[in-house]
Nanobody, 115 residues
Framework: QVQLMESGGGLVQPGGSLRLSCSAS????????MSWYRQAPGKERELVTS???????NVVDSVKGRFTISRNNAQNTMYLQMNSLKPEDTAVYYC?????????WGQGTQVTVSS
């Protein structure tokens, strides 16, 4: 069984930065891919960015140039560095990992961008 746990969310002013972490119970190199999703109130969950085992990265246009995904194999952790945050980035952010066609989700962490 694989477990994922997000941390690092909170309240930040517009233009500020946050770094989210996703800690995995297994080495991150076993994941076919790992992703960050978010869900704003009243909206569907959406992909933000993803990274494959080989290191290929996909980023949605709305956060391109502001958000960066990375991982630390030694610490079994994936990160999301979020800069130049906007009020529309407010959402619950989820970590997702795929291992042998099985999808695992974290419990989510709230990010609120407000002055």
């Amino acid at each position: 069984q694989v477990q994922l746990m997000e941390s690092g969310g909170g309240l930040v002013q517009p233009g500020g930065s946050l770094r989210l972490s996703c800690s995995a119970s297994k080495p991150v190199f076993i994941f076919n891919s790992m992703s960050w999703y978010r869900q704003a109130p009243g909206k569907e969950r959406e992909l933000v960015t993803s990274i494959t085992r080989g290191g290929s990265i996909n980023v949605v246009d709305s956060v391109k140039g502001r958000f960066t995904i990375s991982r630390n194999n030694a610490q079994n952790t994936m990160y999301l560095q979020m800069n130049s945050l906007k009020p529309e980035d407010t959402a619950v952010y989820y970590c997702r990992g795929i291992v042998q066609d099985v999808i695992y989700w974290g419990q989510g962490t709230q990010v609120t961008v407000s002055s």
